[in-house]
T-cell receptor, first 111, second 117 residues
């Protein structure tokens, strides 16, 4: 997996959009960008993934820059339940390979 | 999304005993499952890859004779911590991809908290 860099922590006000950045400047052409989150003392939860194009699902949007060296996860209307550690992982994907987790970003949603 | 369960959710055992943790994919088949370990205030670390019908592959530094993995069916993988010691106390988490091979998200179990006294 390519190395990823994320800010260690971020705050966001409840109801606002939370924008979580991730740098993956060494990502190779066949590697995807995956986002997971882990709420305290629970197993991680899959959020979204993408290769080149921006992606959106019911949980979040993923914006990938044209050169694919960085991406942003957007939670459009953050709630208190979105407080968690968010992990950005750049790799070929988890179908056959385990995931390499970095330290992630601890997102704290403030009331 | 797909559901992965783990049992037990927490377990306390005495030093020197063995503990078995089960990981099940409830609504899909998984030829591959993964086992992770997470110590307090640290990130998840991949321990091993569990393959249905073949031997597990272990990450560097993980003792295969201590952490026995059996992928008995397309929906069940088990991790047995043998001769457990207090340093094995950790949060053990399994995951499974709903699609084998190529790019796929993984779905994680809720984790098993092991305390060895």
């Amino acid at each position: 997996d390519a190395k990823t860099t994320q800010p260690p922590s971020m705050d966001c006000a409840e109801g606002r959009a939370a924008n979580l950045p991730c740098n993956h400047s060494t990502i190779s052409g066949n590697e995807y960008v995956y986002w997971y989150r882990q709420i305290h003392s629970q197993g991680p939860q899959y959020i979204i993934h993408g290769l080149k194009n921006n992606e959106t699902n019911e949980m979040a949007s993923l914006i990938i820059t044209e050169d694919r060296k960085s991406s942003t996860l957007i939670l459009p209307h953050a709630t208190l339940r979105d407080t968690a550690v968010y992990y950005c992982i750049a790799g070929r994907g988890g179908g056959a390979d385990g995931l390499t987790f970095g330290k992630g970003t601890h997102l704290i949603i403030q009331p | 999304g797909a559901v992965v369960s783990q049992h037990p959710s927490w377990v306390i055992c005495k030093s020197g005993t063995s503990v078995k943790i089960e990981c099940r994919s409830l609504d899909f088949q998984a030829t591959t499952m993964f086992w992770y370990r997470q110590f307090p205030k640290q990130s998840l670390m991949l321990m091993a890859t569990s393959n249905e019908g073949s031997k597990a592959t272990y990450e560097q530094g993980v003792e295969k004779d201590k952490f026995l993995i059996n992928h008995a069916s397309l929906t069940l993988s088990t991790l047995t911590v043998t001769s457990a010691h207090p340093e094995d106390s950790s949060f053990y988490i399994c995951s499974a991809p709903p699609r084998a091979g190529g790019p796929s998200e993984q779905y994680f179990g809720p984790g098993t908290r092991l305390t060895v006294t």
